[in-house]
C-alpha cells in the first residue's frame, strides 16, 4: 500500500472517530510513514514536518501524535531512553510488533512474527482474560556490539 493509500485509510478511521485530517494532520502523516523504520520522537517529527510546513508549531505536532496514538493509529513507546517514540501500527497485525533495543549502541530492530499467541490463549484460558494488544521489547546487547568498541561492527553506528 503506497503512502496515498495509507493516509486515505487514516483519513477514513479520523472522520470515523469525529475528526478532520487537516493539512497539519496531513504532512504530519506523511513524515511518520516517509520514516517508518526511524521510531521518531515527537521533537524529530517536528522538525522533518517543519522542513515541508515551516509555519507549523510544536504544540500541533504533539497534539496530532497524542490524537494518533489515542486512535491506535500510532504507537507511543519509550525505549529506556526517557524519549517518546512514535511507530505505526502496522496494516493488517492484531497486535504491535516486537522490538530488539541495544542497550550498547541504540540499535533498534523490529520483530514483525507473533510469538506470543500461545500465551495469549493460555491468558485466556486460566485467568478468563481476552487480550486485544501486546508489546514486547527484548532489551540487551548484540554480540558485535563490544562496550569497548568506538563504534557498533553490527549497524556502523558510534557507541556512546
Not at 11 to 30: A, C, D, F, H, S
Not at 45 to 65: D, H, N, S
Amino acid at each position: 500500500m503506497d503512502i496515498v493509500e495509507q493516509i486515505d485509510k487514516i483519513n477514513r478511521q479520523l472522520t470515523v472517530n469525529g475528526y478532520k485530517l487537516t493539512p497539519q494532520r496531513e504532512i504530519t502523516l506523511k513524515v511518520l510513514l516517509e520514516n517508518e523504520s526511524d521510531h521518531l520522537s515527537a521533537e524529530d517529527v517536528f522538525m522533518l514536518v517543519r522542513q515541508k510546513f515551516p509555519e507549523i508549531g510544536l504544540a500541533t505536532v504533539y497534539r496530532t501524535l497524542e490524537l494518533l496514538a489515542e486512535l491506535h493509529i500510532v504507537q507511543k513507546m519509550n525505549f529506556g531512553d526517557g524519549v517518546a517514540r512514535f511507530d505505526l501500527r502496522q496494516e493488517g497485525h492484531d497486535h504491535m510488533h516486537h522490538h530488539l533495543v541495544c542497550k550498547v549502541c541504540g540499535a533498534l530492530e523490529e520483530i514483525q512474527d507473533d510469538w506470543l499467541l500461545e500465551l495469549e490463549q493460555r491468558v485466556a484460558n486460566e485467568y478468563g482474560f481476552k487480550v486485544t494488544d501486546h508489546r514486547l521489547d527484548f532489551m540487551g546487547v548484540y554480540q558485535t556490539c563490544k562496550h569497548d568498541s568506538k563504534t557498533c561492527k553490527r549497524t556502523g553506528k558510534a557507541v556512546s
